[in-house]
């Protein structure tokens, strides 16, 4: 690991006492600060760029500001690790292979040992949403290449804002009251990039909805009107209705349709009886 540092020019050569290579405390710290912008998520290019700055003479505080107000995550979402079980009940029992390679390819899914990474968890779960509600999961990996691909295409057109921002000092590096100042920059409009583009997101999607799923309503009343009874006919028919309903229920109780005023007739018709006297012969 030392000789890749070395050779990169990330860290000195030893000491030579003899045939002994000796490393002393310059080198710790060396390898203290590679360890920990390696922890950081810097790429051994980033370092290397990094410590020539340094030994050219820049402050390497103002210089990590920078570089981490460029390069830091703008997603805030932790990776999540499934197995190809887990992947299965997700998404209902089973893992189309063609899916499971174009999720691969796009990046979706990473290959982490026996099992699978993603470091968008929430585009996944989008997906499981997508067959649960029966919509076809190889449609929505289409549509996701072309946003992707869309998207790719306006974030370099707005970084390149800022690069000709970094492209009036050349070759070098801004110096450090500019380092600092741009760093805030960056810090100030990374939220309100993140907020546009969701304004944005929404104002489409509300326009397209309403453009598709109004269209889709306009047609299907359209329909129903065409199609109802006209006034007259509908009275008519309500009337008929009502006509039915009250005779099943007569024809099932007579009297009214009430079954307590057969015994009250009866009641009624024994006690006449009773009260008259039978007639003398």
Known sequence: MWITYQDR?????????GRVGIYNQDHLERLRLIGQLLARGYTLGNIQELIKAVESGHDIRQLLGLMSAIA??????????????????????K????????????GLLQADGIGYKSNNPNILQLGVEITKAGLPLGRLLELFVEVRTELNRLTDKAVALFVDVLDKYGDALPPAEDMQKLAKLLWKIRPLVM???ESEISRSLEGSINKFIDDRLSRVISHLVENAPAEADLAEWSLGIQQQQGGQTTEGHPNGGHPDNASVSSVASDESQASVPPAKS
């Open 72 to 93: 830091s995550p703008w997603s805030s979402q932790k990776p999540k690790h499934y197995n190809l079980a887990q992947l299965a009940l997700l998404f209902g029992g």
């Open 9 to 17: 020019g990330l860290l000195a050569p030893p000491l030579k006492r």
């Open 95 to 106: 893992v189309h292979k063609p899916v499971l390679e174009t999720a691969l390819q796009l």
């Open 195 to 197: 907020s546009a583009l």
